[in-house]
């Protein structure tokens, strides 16, 4: 049963400090979509990636937040410095481009102090 | 990209009764997916309609498309506890997630 996963899945620390989140999409997929969501905001889409090329990151703060995939395996979300505000839970989804479905992962939650 | 609009916000109903929920959107579209959320989880994908479908159905699940009107409903039907959870529309490029549809369904 092919499924998208998260590292970690929980994470504390602190503000200032730099938080790497990573996923692993389903193997095959060709697009990766990070999502975060609150209360507040709901889920707000950070990125999308398309073929490991950033497509859209429109959504993401682009001074503190950095979204990357080094190979097709391995999808990382960077936060540095992270702030209070940063706190959230991050999912990671994949799918494939003809199909459009995504197939979320279960997301890391993260507190910053 | 712009979001999906769910409607209502919130919905209590007993078990065994229908939940209907609706979306709205603003751009065109090729398709149209639902999406459940069940607490402390990611999305699952329900169910998908394509922009020449009007109605599409899976199990308990209908969704229905109007795109002249740029909306669509999901209905639930003989809803269950296991129904509680939050659903979105959307999920792809043009239309994202909106702030979803959180169902009640007391036993």
């Known amino acids: 049963d092919a499924r998208v996963t998260q590292t970690p899945r929980h994470k504390v620390t602190e503000m200032g400090q730099e938080v790497t989140m990573r996923c692993q999409p389903i193997?095959?997929?060709?697009?990766v979509f990070w999502y975060r969501q609150t209360m507040m905001q709901g889920l707000e889409l950070l990125a999308y990636?398309?073929?490991?090329?950033?497509?859209?990151d429109s959504g993401m703060p682009k001074d503190r937040f950095s979204a990357e995939m080094p190979d097709a395996t391995l999808a990382t979300l960077k936060i540095q410095p992270s702030e209070p505000r940063d706190s959230a839970v991050y999912f990671c989804?994949?799918?494939?481009?003809?199909?459009?479905?995504?197939?979320f992962g279960p997301g890391t939650r993260l507190l910053v102090l | 990209s712009q979001q999906g609009e769910e409607d209502p916000q919130a919905l209590s109903i007993q078990e065994g009764e229908n939940a209907t929920m609706n979306c709205s959107y603003k751009?065109?579209?090729?398709?149209l997916q639902w999406y459940r959320q069940n607490s402390g989880r990611g999305l699952v994908h329900l169910i998908l309609?394509?922009?020449?479908?009007r109605e599409k159905h899976s199990g308990r699940l209908r969704v229905t498309l109007d795109t002249s009107k740029k909306s669509s409903s999901l209905l639930i039907t003989a809803s269950r506890a296991a129904d509680t959870a939050s659903y979105f529309c959307?999920?792809?490029?043009?239309?994202?997630f909106g702030t979803g549809t959180k169902l009640q369904v007391i036993p």
């Open positions: 990636f398309r073929n490991r090329a950033p497509l859209d």
């Open positions: 193997l095959g997929h060709n697009t």
């Open positions: 959307g999920g792809y490029q043009k239309v994202t």
């Open positions: 989804a994949s799918g494939l481009v003809n199909l459009e479905t995504q197939y």
């Open positions: 751009t065109s579209i090729n398709n």
């Open positions: 309609i394509r922009s020449n479908e």
